[in-house]
Nanobody, 116 residues
Framework: QVQLAESGGGLVQPGGSLRLSCAAS????????MGWYRQVPGQQRELVAV???????DYADSVNGRFTISRDNAKKTVYLQMNSLKPEDTAVYSC??????????WGQGTQITVSS
């Protein structure tokens, strides 16, 4: 059973920054891609950012240039640095990992609220 532990959510003012972390319970060598989705109630889930095993990254147009995804293989952790946050970034953010030759596993989700 793969477990993902998320941390770093909370309330921030517009223009502020937050960093999300997601630590995996398995060897980094079993992990392919890692990433983050977000969801607002009543709306479709949106892929925010992804980082591949080789370190390639991709972002949603809505966050490109403001968010940065990275991974620390020694800590088996993926990060999402979020800068210049906007009220429309308010959502539940969930991390995921794609384990090689098995399944996608999800974190528990963490609320990000951008409000003054």
């Amino acid at each position: 059973q793969v477990q993902l532990a998320e941390s770093g959510g909370g309330l921030v003012q517009p223009g502020g920054s937050l960093r999300l972390s997601c630590a995996a319970s398995i060897s980094i060598y079993r992990i392919n891609a890692m990433g983050w989705y977000r969801q607002v109630p009543g709306q479709q889930r949106e892929l925010v950012a992804v980082i591949t095993r080789g370190g390639a990254t991709d972002y949603a147009d809505s966050v490109n240039g403001r968010f940065t995804i990275s991974r620390d293989n020694a800590k088996k952790t993926v990060y999402l640095q979020m800068n210049s946050l906007k009220p429309e970034d308010t959502a539940v953010y969930s991390c995921y990992v794609d384990v090689i030759e098995t399944f996608r596993y999800w974190g528990q989700g963490t609320q990000i609220t951008v409000s003054s």
